[in-house]
């Protein structure tokens, strides 16, 4: 039995050797391993187009404007630190662009017009390369029925060996209504039938704006159903939504008759997230799963203001995407399966200089954040552990409520080295999107350094993980 004052003495070394222990855990050790992540995948992106090639790879376009940019990446969570190119420049009102993959080549279907609006058509360019960031892109020249009307958002469907090109467009030579219209290929590059007009806006959720609409139609294929999931409502506004429209695989996709549309939309503003559309869909990096890419508004009433999301879905029994709700900005989902874990780094756990320091946010991972980062120098610094030197992602989820919307950004550092300028778009306070880099770790213990540089935003948490 103890006495006392040997109880005391052990009890003392106990506590003596705990807080020697707790010195030697790093400040901003991650917390855990974690198959989640929060869904943001582009910070700034709207018409999102990612299809995942036999390489391996996801390739990955949107509207830019001003051109055609690729993205690639071996993940779906790591596509906007992937390797990018622009593969085509040019005015004007360049929407909407999707990479396709047939007939061994590479195709790529885009809108432009003139700097006028009633002038957009559809246009295609072509690459013979089995790699499409390399070769040469050939413009293969507008791409139209013999009516020659506005049209956008085209995309391609093959059934049965046969090719199929869907668009939006107007039924005239003025805005008021986009209908949805379906019409026979005869090469990736040339229409050989007739229009077909096979969904025009009717229901209330589809009419509720002028113009009214219906664009970005997708195709997805299953036990000879084919999905036509449709953007609908004005995509400026919070009622933008996803609609369905079905077709039997054996039917004659030409005839108006073939296609049954839906009266509700089954994608739409739901647990914080609004105005979801313009979507792509692409399989989890095992093909065991299938996955929803799409935009939606970066806050409540942002309009045209847009970050891209993604989430996993199921089938319903007579073979339809169930989408279900647009998932919860502030609950991690489930890692695409076969995606390496990340590793997460809680910012309230960093070591913080300059006034910089941790609060309290209900909306944050682990309910506090890293904040106040707003004095010149001031900065938050994670102590991150990697198993292999090489090149990783870091996605820092982030939030800037800068007076007047400007960028934020803070200057990036590894290990003491030459800042890099780290973008975080506006979003508001709370309205949390993810910010990444590629960077490049040694092996055991790297200092990842967040410096304020231009306007405010705060850290909530970071996740690194190897580039793939």
């Keep these: 039995m103890l006495s006392v004052k040997s109880f005391r003495a052990k009890t ?3 506590i003596l050797l705990s807080a020697l222990l707790l010195t030697l855990i790093p400040v901003g050790t991650a917390q855990a391993a974690v198959n989640n ?3 943001v995948i582009m910070q700034d992106g709207a018409d999102p ?3 995942k090639h036999t390489d391996g790879y996801y390739y990955f376009t949107k509207t830019t404007g001003d051109g055609v940019t690729l ?3 071996k993940t779906i969570s790591g596509v906007d630190a992937g390797e990018q190119k622009q593969v085509m420049s040019g005015c004007c009102g360049i929407w909407a662009p999707e990479l396709h993959w047939i007939n061994n080549k590479w195709y790529i279907y885009y809108a432009k017009d003139n700097g006028n609006n009633v002038n957009h058509r559809m246009y295609v360019l072509e690459n013979s390369s089995a790699d499409p960031f390399t070769g040469t892109w050939t413009d293969k020249g ?4 013999s009516t020659n009307k506005w049209a956008i958002d085209g995309t391609v469907l093959n059934n049965g060996g046969n090719l199929y090109f869907l668009w939006s467009g107007w039924e005239g030579d003025t805005d008021g209504q986009q209908n949805l219209y379906i019409a026979h290929m005869s090469n990736p590059w040339t229409i050989d039938s007739a229009r077909t007009k096979i969904a025009t806006p009717q229901y209330s959720w589809e009419t509720n704006t002028y113009p009214t609409v219906n664009e970005g139609p997708q195709v997805i294929v299953r036990n000879g159903t084919i999905s036509l999931v449709y953007s609908a409502s004005g995509s400026w506004t919070n009622g933008y939504c996803l609609g369905l429209i079905t077709a039997s695989t054996s039917s004659d996709l030409l005839s108006a008759s073939s296609w049954t549309k839906r009266s509700t939309p089954i994608f739409s503003s739901a647990n914080g997230i609004y105005g979801p559309g313009h979507h792509s869909f692409t399989k989890s990096k095992d093909g065991n799963e299938d996955w929803i890419i ?4 970066r806050w409540d009433g942002a309009g045209w203001t847009r ?9 319903n029994t007579d073979n339809t995407p ?9 609950t991690p989902i489930t890692l695409p399966s076969g995606e390496a874990q990340h590793d997460r780094y809680e910012g309230e756990s960093a070591f913080m200089s300059g006034g910089a320091y941790a609060s309290s946010d209900t909306t944050a991972s682990n309910g506090s954040k890293a904040g106040h980062i707003d004095a010149a120098g001031s900065y938050v610094e994670f102590t991150v552990q990697a198993p292999a030197a090489g090149n990783y992602v870091v996605a820092a989820r982030t939030a800037n409520g800068t007076s007047g919307q400007p960028m934020a950004t803070f200057k990036l550092s590894i290990n003491g080295g030459t800042g890099s300028t780290f973008y975080v778009v506006y979003s508001g306070w709370q309205n949390w999107t993810n910010a990444t880099a590629k960077v490049y770790l040694n092996a055991g213990t790297n200092k990842v350094r967040f410096t304020r540089d231009t306007n405010y935003a705060e850290i909530d948490a970071i996740d690194v993980f190897p580039v793939q």
């Design 307 to 315: 970050s891209v999301r993604a989430q996993k879905f199921t089938w």
């Design 142 to 145: 507008q791409i139209t029925d």
């Design 37 to 39: 992540f929060y869904n």
């Design 71 to 73: 993205w690639r990446s």
């Design 49 to 51: 187009w990612m299809y």
């Design 322 to 330: 169930y989408l279900g709700s647009p998932a919860s900005p502030n």
């Design 12 to 14: 003392l070394k106990w």
């Design 294 to 297: 799409y935009h939606g508004a």
